[in-house]
């Protein structure tokens, strides 16, 4: 199959060419004068988009779904132009996470279609209790190399980054064992110091979960979480840039400080995430959701979390946030693939690479999906 675009994606800029695509590869790059299957015109083929955290959406989340559930999320975010991303499970009790392990082994080994499940991302229950967020302190725990272990054994190799609370007692042996296991640390829900997370990230701290979100705020005489996301350019930061859950200034400081190569676009979804205007129930919450997708609880209008797909948060990325093309389609695929150490065939679209390609108006709406060459939409 060959399609074309006046404006194709290649590392830094985009340019006019067609796209040879064999055996769900990038094949070659050809002129665009060349006959194609598909002619997009003058709409953006980018690299598709990675979202490596998030809970759910379609109506399922990683926690409460079955395996049919985890089938529904994955082939409709696809119309976000999201062609992978790692199912993000949250702090629930034992048996509950291990389930839900399970229903995600399970869908791998059975087969799919949709956007790739890359594995598992474990935001729980290794975190703190200061800034507990949505999570439900009951089932918060200290790191606990056991705990940990009873779930990857049932993960077979899929659980890929887990996240920790670095000032909790045991969590740099906690972060040794992960990295031994090449399982990438994260912190998350964290009251950690500046120099705890510099610490940690000696130890093989890789990534700041949901940037400024649910951590210690940079303070002048106590920079905190946030001022060592900023400042460490060894560590990955996630962003939540929706404008919602993280305002537009501070997502433009965050851009600027991590610039164009580590910085990672997150939807952070929820079951709601991509469901229609109405009333749903939304982890024991009577929640709305409204014109705009924001979602809140019927009665008190408590801001619960948004419907917004990848590509919308892309789109705040460069219309409101104003950040370069680079930095945010970077944000969006590429920097992911790196942390995830699969750069070498996700996140560009060049020869060689897995054809997992978003096409997209100038709007970021979705024209096309590809999940390594097959169309989804
Ligand atoms: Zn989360």
């Given at each position: 199959?060959i399609i074309?675009?006046?404006?194709?994606?290649?590392?830094s800029?985009?340019?006019?060419?067609?796209?040879?695509?064999?055996?769900?590869?990038?094949?070659k790059?050809?002129?665009y004068d060349?006959?194609?299957?598909?002619?997009y015109?003058?709409?953006?083929?980018?690299?598709?988009?990675?979202?490596i955290?998030?809970?759910?959406?379609f109506?399922?989340?990683a926690?409460?779904?079955d395996?049919?559930?985890?089938?529904?999320?994955?082939?409709?975010v696809?119309?976000?132009?999201?062609?992978?991303l790692?199912v993000?499970?949250?702090s629930?009790?034992?048996?509950?996470?291990i389930k839900?392990?399970?229903?995600v082994?399970?869908?791998?080994?059975?087969?799919?279609?949709?956007?790739?499940?890359?594995?598992?991302y474990?935001?729980?229950?290794?975190?703190?209790?200061?800034?507990?967020?949505?999570?439900?302190?009951k089932?918060?725990?200290?790191?606990?190399?056991?705990?940990?272990?009873?779930?990857?054994?049932?993960?077979?190799?899929?659980?890929?980054?887990c996240?920790?609370?670095?000032?909790?007692?045991?969590a740099?042996?906690?972060?040794?064992?992960?990295?031994?296991?090449n399982?990438?640390?994260?912190a998350?829900?964290?009251?950690?110091?500046?120099?705890?997370i510099?610490?940690?990230?000696k130890?093989?701290?890789?990534?700041?979960?949901?940037?400024?979100?649910?951590?210690?705020?940079l303070?002048?005489?106590?920079?905190?979480?946030?001022?060592?996301?900023?400042?460490?350019?060894n560590?990955y930061?996630?962003?939540?840039c929706?404008?919602?859950?993280?305002s537009v200034?501070?997502c433009?400081i965050?851009a600027?400080?991590?610039?164009?190569?580590?910085?990672?676009?997150?939807t952070?979804?929820l079951?709601?995430?991509?469901?229609?205007?109405?009333?749903f129930?939304?982890?024991?919450?009577?929640?709305?959701?409204?014109q705009d997708?924001?979602?809140?609880e019927?009665g008190?209008?408590?801001?619960?979390?948004?419907?917004?797909?990848?590509?919308?948060i892309?789109?705040?990325?460069v219309?409101?946030?104003?950040?370069?093309?680079?930095?945010?389609i970077?944000a969006?695929?590429?920097?992911?693939?790196?942390?995830?150490n699969?750069?070498?065939?996700?996140?560009r679209i060049?020869?060689?690479?897995d054809?997992?390609?978003?096409?997209?108006?100038?709007?970021?709406?979705?024209?096309?999906t590809y999940?390594k060459?097959v169309?989804q939409?």
């Amino acid at each position: 199959m060959i399609i074309k675009s006046k404006r194709v994606w290649g590392e830094s800029t985009f340019s006019p060419a067609a796209l040879l695509i064999e055996n769900s590869k990038v094949a070659k790059w050809l002129p665009y004068d060349s006959k194609a299957d598909v002619d997009y015109n003058n709409h953006m083929i980018i690299p598709g988009l990675i979202d490596i955290h998030t809970h759910g959406g379609f109506g399922c989340d990683a926690i409460d779904t079955d395996e049919q559930g985890i089938k529904t999320w994955v082939k409709g975010v696809t119309k976000f132009g999201t062609t992978s991303l790692l199912v993000t499970t949250f702090s629930c009790s034992h048996q509950t996470q291990i389930k839900s392990i399970e229903n995600v082994v399970n869908v791998v080994n059975d087969g799919y279609s949709g956007a790739e499940i890359l594995g598992i991302y474990l935001e729980g229950p290794f975190l703190g209790t200061e800034y507990v967020g949505g999570m439900d302190i009951k089932y918060i725990i200290n790191p606990d190399i056991d705990e940990y272990n009873s779930y990857h054994k049932v993960a077979d190799g899929l659980i890929k980054i887990c996240a920790v609370a670095p000032e909790k007692p045991g969590a740099a042996e906690f972060i040794d064992h992960l990295v031994k296991l090449n399982v990438i640390p994260t912190a998350a829900h964290t009251a950690a110091t500046f120099e705890q997370i510099n610490e940690a990230n000696k130890h093989g701290l890789l990534n700041m979960t949901h940037t400024y979100n649910c951590m210690s705020p940079l303070k002048h005489r106590d920079p905190g979480c946030v001022g060592a996301a900023m400042l460490n350019d060894n560590l990955y930061a996630e962003l939540i840039c929706d404008n919602s859950m993280v305002s537009v200034p501070a997502c433009k400081i965050l851009a600027k400080m991590k610039g164009k190569e580590k910085l990672i676009l997150v939807t952070d979804s929820l079951a709601l995430q991509g469901m229609p205007p109405g009333i749903f129930d939304c982890g024991g919450f009577c929640a709305e959701v409204t014109q705009d997708g924001s979602v809140k609880e019927v009665g008190t209008g408590m801001y619960l979390g948004s419907t917004l797909g990848l590509n919308n948060i892309l789109r705040i990325a460069v219309q409101l946030c104003e950040m370069d093309l680079e930095t945010a389609i970077n944000a969006s695929s590429y920097n992911a693939a790196r942390l995830l150490n699969i750069a070498d065939k996700k996140g560009r679209i060049l020869p060689g690479y897995d054809a997992d390609i978003a096409v997209f108006d100038d709007d970021f709406n979705t024209i096309q999906t590809y999940c390594k060459g097959v169309s989804q939409l």
